[in-house]
């Protein structure tokens, strides 16, 4: 059997993989209290209400025009919290950026499908175009970032039509102007015939992501026009293997689309993470995120910052 081939049969049993993942994690106090955050509330439901945790860099001002990103955490789309991408905002506040994490629903706390995470998602970003020049922010340069499950949801607001609250402006886009992707889920239905998926597992995913899996598949909705991406994974990722990330980015890149995949040898999933391993591949990757967005005019040089 070929890698590819053998990499497109383990798609189905990869989802089924970080569900789980999300629903081992234990939740932790909730809602977050980040340090130094400005807290904002973009979109309520009933009584949950969904908060934005801002960062703006030193001496910000509401008549600036400053780059920013809005983060998603990861969890399965079951669980999670703001707190994962608290240190990169911290980081690239920084630098010079408005930088967002956010709050999203989650099955652990409101139950809802994954439909929903994305639709918060796009609503997140939207709100934050919308809200631009009072927050000082470029409504030309908004990008989206997030890890795992918030990895999707990022890469959905990038290439995936539709999904949208019906109660906001649509004139106003979702779109992110870039994307930074951290061991992404962006393959979530099966790519060839080749794949072994059973009619129950098939279901079952159906019914966790609330609509057929190949609407809320990146990889399948991938079209030329996407924004400017990268995407940081781990080559022993047992949970969202490497070969799908590959898969994605092929496709992106025939598609003439800019995208960098960066692989890191023998680190699993959440490799990344603040405080994961002593902070090695944290800090690594933290660079790497601060020289695409360097070179795609989002953050000064850090070497003219200095001076």
Known sequence: MCRRTAALSLVIAVIFAALAAGQDKKGKTYPPKLEGAEIETYKAIGDTKLDLYIYNPPGHKPSDKTPAIVFFFGGGWTNGSPTQFEQHCKHLASRGMVAITADYRVASRQQVKAVSCVE???????????????????PNRIAAGGGSAGGHLAACCGVIKGFDATTEDASISSVPTAMALFNPA??????????????????ALQDRMGVDPVLLSPYHQVKAGAPPTIIFHGKADNTVPYATVELFTKAMTDAGNKCTLMGYEDQAHGFFNYGRNGGEHYEKTLAALDDFLVGLGYLRPASRVAQ
Do not use: F, T
């Open 120 to 138: 918060d998602a796009k609503s997140a970003i939207r709100y934050v175009r919308k809200e631009a020049s009072r927050l000082g922010i470029d």
């Open 186 to 203: 962006v393959v979530l239905a099966a790519v060839d015939s080749k794949i072994d998926a059973s009619e129950a597992r098939v279901a």
